[in-house]
């Protein structure tokens, strides 16, 4: 069984920018794809942004070319580095993990709430 522990959430001003990063434990071999999940204030749960074990990303529109995300695989964590920072991205922050097998077995972390405003 995976475990993941999210870090690096807080409050930053618009146009500012902040790194979430993410650590595994337990059965963190069996990890496939990493990534992180948002969800703000009276919405539904959104993806982020993802990447497998040999690297390749997806991302949501409303982040592409702004966040980033990185992995280790050796060290089992994952990163995201968030620039140009918009109220909109206001939102608690969850980490998952899903195996080889697919979403259906995925872990999540607890969240990180990433407060955006002046």
């Known amino acids: 069984q995976v475990q993941l522990v999210e870090s690096g959430g807080g409050l930053v001003q618009p146009g500012g920018s902040l790194r979430l990063s993410c650590a595994a434990s337990?059965?963190?071999?069996?990890?496939?794809?990493m990534g992180w999940y948002r969800q703000a204030p009276g919405k539904q749960r959104e993806l982020v942004a993802t990447?497998?074990?040999?690297?390749?990303?997806n991302y949501a529109d409303s982040v592409k070319g702004r966040f980033t995300i990185s992995r280790d695989n050796a060290k089992n964590t994952v990163a995201l580095q968030m620039n140009s920072l918009k109220p909109e991205d206001t939102a608690v922050y969850y980490c998952?993990?899903?195996?080889?097998?697919?979403?259906?077995?995925?872990?999540w972390g607890k969240g990180t709430l990433v407060t955006v405003s002046s």
């Open positions: 998952i993990s899903d195996p080889p097998s697919g979403s259906v077995y995925r872990t």
């Open positions: 337990g059965s963190a071999f069996t990890i496939n794809v």
């Open positions: 990447i497998t074990r040999r690297g390749s990303t």
